[in-house]
């Protein structure tokens, strides 16, 4: 025997469990998808994929792993196992593709050594109990595309070196204890060449958000061309030897569960195209670093609920690709920037419970989003909010108690109007600086020479009425 596959059924176990499997020559054991309940059965050293995933199965990784120095991939995710890992899974990564042990009850630390001759591709430790900080020795593992260390309990400032992984492709470090300022890294970071997905939500990061502290000039997000085929995704390919002539083709879809659109969902597969940054739910301060600009490749950026200040930058209207734009819960001010319009692709936007003032612009789809979108900021005006711009009611200066001043306010009022209308109907700059001296409120001056101009009117017009006389 050296191919089973009973994946997909209703299986519960096994006659009489085995702690170790007693097909000598087995190579592939594919039995995910069922109901099995028990201790992880151990397979023989010819083992090269073990694929037992979505079971019932306790208990922990054997250390009799060990010796099966011929496994490409290990796929027990989605069970109930706990306890250690042993450290030799980082031992035999010269052949181990795929490491997935996402949603379990692991704890401790991930394995420390991983050698220059690895051929790691994927790593999955999400939704588990890990402690402790990433292993520098990750650095070895020049075919990482995948990097899943999500809801865990990892304590660790930014893993800056993984930049150096040349075809990294989705770093996701969600919901850990990583904290500390995103600093710049040492000379000769390659800035995470091929990185498309980096989720830094719900962490401990402090400081300013600066791009070219995690990105180089070179990076895939950069890139507006990111665009490789709408309908192609993301996923790792292997030929897999099980005996003489045979082999096996092993694809895998890589999936991530991520905030997307104002929404948290598992995505079982993700384009290609797709580009996210999330950096929600930390202590980033400071001001929107304006190199956002030049990630031209990014489709979703989330910076909500931090302690960002200053204004929305108008450079975001230069990402032609953007379809989500969450900054909500910050303490950003000022006006929303009318290049925001011409982000034609934008489906999702939030700019909730900040400081911003000024009406929204009109004419895009930003007037046609969800009130949600904008509550929390006292100084907006416009659709979709109830409040109009532009009403004299939200305008008028401060209410006098005295009749006397609403009297002399009325006609330094009136008399504006009039040099206004007369300046301009006359050709002259006369109405016009008399008209911004008003705003400079000189009243008095202003009523001097209006009952000047008055007096010289009445004496030409009677000089007139003489001449007309006569």
Request: aromatic share 10%.
């Amino acid at each position: 025997m050296v191919y089973i596959d009973f994946s997909s059924n209703f299986l519960s176990g096994f006659d009489q469990p085995p702690v170790v499997l007693p097909w000598v020559n087995l190579n592939r054991f594919k039995i995910d998808s069922n109901m099995l309940h028990g201790s992880l059965p151990i397979p023989p050293p010819s083992i090269v994929a073990y694929e037992i995933q979505n079971n019932l199965l306790t208990g922990n990784i054997s250390p009799m792993f060990c010796s099966s120095i011929s496994l490409q991939v290990l796929d027990v995710s989605n069970n109930s196992l706990s306890g250690m890992l042993p450290q030799c899974l980082g031992n035999f990564s010269d052949n181990l593709r795929l490491l997935l042990l996402g949603s379990n009850s692991f704890l401790g630390l991930l394995p420390q050594t991983y050698t220059n001759r690895s051929n790691l591709r994927v790593i999955d430790v999400s939704q588990n109990k890990m402690q402790g900080k990433i292993p520098r020795s990750l650095e070895n593992c020049l075919m990482l595309e995948l990097l899943l260390f999500s809801n865990n309990n990892f304590s660790d400032v930014f893993p800056f070196w993984l930049g150096n992984l040349p075809q990294l492709k989705i770093l996701a470090m969600r919901y850990n204890g990583f904290h500390g300022v995103i600093g710049k890294p040492d000379n000769g970071n390659l800035g995470f060449p091929d990185l498309r997905i980096l989720d830094l939500s719900y962490n401990n990061f402090t400081g300013e958000i600066l791009f070219d502290h995690v990105f180089s000039n070179a990076s895939m997000i950069m890139r507006p061309n990111i665009t490789v085929g709408q309908s192609t995704y993301m996923t790792t390919g292997l030929l897999i030897h099980v005996v003489n002539t045979l082999w096996v083709v092993y694809n895998k879809d890589y999936s991530l569960t991520i905030a997307n659109k104002g929404v948290e969902r598992f995505f079982s597969k993700i384009q290609e195209a797709f580009a996210a940054i999330d950096l929600s739910s930390n202590k980033f301060e400071g001001r929107i670093d304006p190199l956002v600009e030049r990630l031209k490749g990014l489709r979703s950026f989330n910076i909500s609920h931090n302690q960002i200040i200053g204004s929305i930058p108008s450079s975001f209207g230069s990402l032609p690709l953007l379809e989500s734009l969450d900054i909500s819960d910050n303490k950003l001010s000022g006006y929303i920037p009318q290049q925001l319009a011409q982000l034609t692709f934008l489906s999702q936007f939030n700019v909730s419970h900040n400081n911003l003032t000024g009406s929204i612009p009109q004419g895009s789809q930003l007037s046609t989003f969800n009130i949600t979108s904008y509550e929390g900021n006292p100084g907006l005006c416009g659709a979709p909010l109830l409040i109009k711009c532009g009403n004299p009611k939200a305008h008028l200066p401060p209410i006098s108690n005295g009749e006397e001043d609403d009297d002399k306010n009325g006609l330094v009022s009136g008399l504006d109007w009039i040099f206004v209308v007369s300046g301009f109907v006359g050709g002259s700059v006369v109405g016009v600086v008399l008209s911004n001296i008003f705003v400079t409120r000189r009243r008095a001056w202003l009523i001097k020479i209006a009952v000047k101009v008055g007096l010289m009117k009445q004496r030409r017009e009677i000089g007139r009425g003489t001449n007309r006389v006569r």
